[in-house]
């Protein structure tokens, strides 16, 4: 790798390096898509609504969607070199329009923050079960004990605070130590590690016998088992999968140097996004199947279902640890870019310096989390909503969930998608993203078009489902 070169900092002098190369960028920004989503959320979504029809719809979600999107929030971040807030008031300026357009930033940020408060909690739970699968506690489990094993770390605060507290440092750690010494840093061990963890997996799933019934079912679609319903998540989970709409590819596109190519780079990310994806179906499925247990068993597919699986196979207890670390360094990964852009901007804005920076945002995350926590046992029946029909026992937990997920994401994408496809001059875009002729018209109108159509349906259908 090239050395770090320097480039031109923000209003307030903050000195900012740039990625040491492109590979670096697409690391980082791979490390963000991937997280929780991919290996959690991913296969019992697919589960749920069919298998290779849900697939399919959901690889089309991310081309007309996805890209589009990631192409533009870069272009932001690239073009204002500052933090999110500041790059979206500088490209909103150059182009003659309302500074007011920074909004999408604001709630994009805020959308981040939120979302790692709990996203921490959930991959705490990750990091206690590395514990459990080492030391056998899934062996010979049946589904009342590994349940029981699951409902006794959601009813423990010490448990959760434990774990909480140790996700948000590792986090915090990476995040203070800047682009080159943290970030960069972390992405180039952890992603490689990811991988190498993830074809380990696949390759233990191969053993089990039942390898060719997840290809089947993964990739030959049934489209009479695909519900309308299940176009709707696929479209929502492909625009949420890529990291959209919480300001964080703008903070990393902040560091992008100016000869990497945008469009290559963001369908490079989303092709690698979508291959893990693919590879923990590959990895789960097969073990599901081998096992006798429901293919769409919800949430509780990675902390239920597959303990039981792992604790009555041979070598259980070997790859149901690795299989959680993987799980930990997925989560680990996208946390880093969720405390990025909010630390980022009080680093701009104040004389904390990145270190202090990371610390303050990353305890008030913290503080936050401890909300979430709370809300799993000992708050278990504070309903802060319970007076709208709509929101009716929703935890705080679930209520986190709920607006970041279902209205300041979608919101932050949109407003982006229709600020960068009709308020930023064609040339400038044009020059930026360095696409041919055919490929820029057909991104623009993707973005013009089809994606603020696409966000508006999963926007309504959310709110109204």
């Avoid at 191969?206 to 009479?224: C, D, I, Q, R």
């Avoid at 945002?361 to 926590?373: N, P």
């Avoid at 709920?402 to 001059?425: K, R």
Wanted: proline share 3%; hydrophobic share 55%; with cysteine.
């Amino acid at each position: 790798m090239t050395q770090l070169s320097s480039a031109s900092g923000s209003d307030s002098g903050v000195s900012r390096g740039l990625w040491s190369s492109r590979f670096a960028f697409i690391l980082a920004a791979t490390g963000s898509a991937v997280g929780l989503g991919n290996v959690w959320k991913f296969p019992y979504v697919t589960g749920e609504n069919g298998g290779g029809a849900f697939v399919l719809v959901y690889l089309l979600c991310i081309a007309i969607i996805g890209v589009p999107i990631m192409m533009a929030e870069v272009f932001i971040g690239r073009s204002g070199r500052h933090n999110p807030i500041g790059s979206m008031r500088l490209v909103a300026e150059r182009n003659l329009s309302s500074p007011a357009w920074r909004i999408s930033a604001v709630i994009g940020m805020i959308a981040a923050f939120a979302i790692l408060s709990f996203y921490s909690v959930i991959g705490g739970w990750a990091a206690s079960y590395i514990g459990h699968a080492a030391m056998g506690d899934f062996t010979g489990g049946t589904a009342d004990s590994i349940g029981n094993l699951f409902s006794g770390l959601l009813g423990s605060p010490k448990q959760l605070l434990a774990w909480h507290t140790l996700f948000m440092a590792l986090v915090i750690l990476v995040v203070s130590r800047g682009l080159k010494g943290g970030l960069e840093r972390a992405v180039t061990i952890l992603m490689p590690a990811l991988f190498l963890l993830l074809l380990v997996a696949v390759g233990y799933a191969t053993t089990t016998g039942h390898f060719g019934e997840a290809v089947s079912f993964l990739f030959t679609p049934n489209f009479s088992a695909l519900t309308i319903n299940g176009v709707l998540i696929a479209l929502g989970h492909a625009f949420f999968t890529l990291s959209l709409g919480m300001a964080i590819m703008m903070a990393y596109g902040s560091y992008l140097g100016k000869d990497v190519a945008v469009g290559r780079t963001a369908v490079s990310i989303a092709l690698m996004d979508t291959m893990v994806a693919l590879l923990a179906g590959l990895a789960i499925f097969p073990v599901v199947f081998a096992n006798g247990l429901e293919a769409g068993a919800g949430p509780g597919l990675i902390f239920q279902t597959l303990p039981l699986a792992f604790g009555n196979m041979p070598m259980g207890s070997l790859f149901g640890a690795l299989f959680f670390i993987l799980l930990l360094f997925a989560a680990w990964t996208s946390g880093i870019s969720l405390l990025e852009p909010v630390v980022e901007w009080v680093e701009e804005n104040s004389n904390m310096g990145r270190s202090g920076s990371a610390i303050v945002v990353g305890v008030l995350c913290w503080l936050l989390g401890i909300a979430s926590i709370l809300s799993l046992n000992v708050w278990a029946d504070v309903t802060p909503l319970a007076m709208f029909e709509r929101f009716e026992g929703k935890t705080i937990f679930d209520l986190l969930d709920f607006f970041t997920a279902n209205i300041l994401l979608p919101l932050s994408g949109l407003l982006t998608a229709i600020f960068v496809g009709w308020f930023v001059a064609k040339e400038s875009l044009k020059a930026d993203l360095n696409l041919s002729s055919g490929m820029f018209t057909l991104w623009l109108n993707l973005l013009r078009f089809v994606t603020p159509v696409a966000v508006v349906i999963v926007f309504v259908y959310n709110l109204l489902a």
